[in-house]
């Protein structure tokens, strides 16, 4: 008679191997994540950021707070800013920090809270060129944070991002639906002379 407590366990041992390794495959490898971080982390992590959670019953303490909670979830360690958007710094890079006005490749990666990518400069294979300054509040802000050759992520309310209006695409369809928080990830951060 086959020992099927023995079978059982191996098949369960078989089937945590074989998830892990699918786990481990995932994602696109081009983008800087935040490393993976212990349980004293992100218990750290969360302390930080739940007194940052807004009162408030408004759209801007809603958006806050889906921020706030992204950032948990995800144990991202980021940090508030003022004007209202969090940021984490993935790599500071080097030389001096950005300013406005300086004219930057950068490729960046686009995503709605729940993950969903709705535009990223990696398929097309070539950064966007781009003035700081010239762009939504949130990156004409957090852009300033970081150095040539760094790496940022930032989660923006709407009001920082493409508020009311949304973002539509060239061929009139809906990119980024109004009202929408995002999540950023901006990377290989160049200033070019002009």
């Not at 408004?58 to 991202?76: E, S």
């Not at 300013?99 to 709705?118: K, S």
């Amino acid at each position: 008679m086959p020992n099927w407590t023995a079978y059982s366990q191996n098949n369960c041992i078989f089937l945590a191997l074989l998830l892990l390794g699918f786990l481990s495959c995932g994602g696109n490898g081009d983008a800087p994540e935040a490393p993976a971080v212990d349980e004293a982390t992100r218990s750290s992590i969360e302390a930080r950021l739940i007194p940052e959670l807004s009162p408030a019953e408004d759209r801007a303490g809603r958006q806050r707070n889906a921020i706030i909670n992204r950032a948990i979830d995800q144990a991202y360690d980021i940090q508030p800013a003022p004007e209202g958007y969090f940021y984490e710094i993935l790599s500071p890079g080097a030389y001096n920090p950005l300013a406005e006005g300086d004219i930057v490749t950068a490729h960046y990666r686009g995503q709605f809270l729940d993950g969903t990518v709705f535009d990223d400069s990696r398929p097309r294979g070539e950064p966007l060129r781009f003035t700081v300054g010239e762009l939504i509040p949130a990156w004409n802000l957090a852009l300033q944070r970081v150095q040539p050759g760094g790496a940022i992520r930032i989660l923006t309310p709407s009001a920082l991002a493409y508020g009311a209006g949304g973002l539509v695409g060239p061929r009139g369809d809906t990119l980024v639906p109004a009202h929408t928080v995002l999540e950023f990830i901006i990377e290989d951060i160049n200033i070019h002379e002009e």
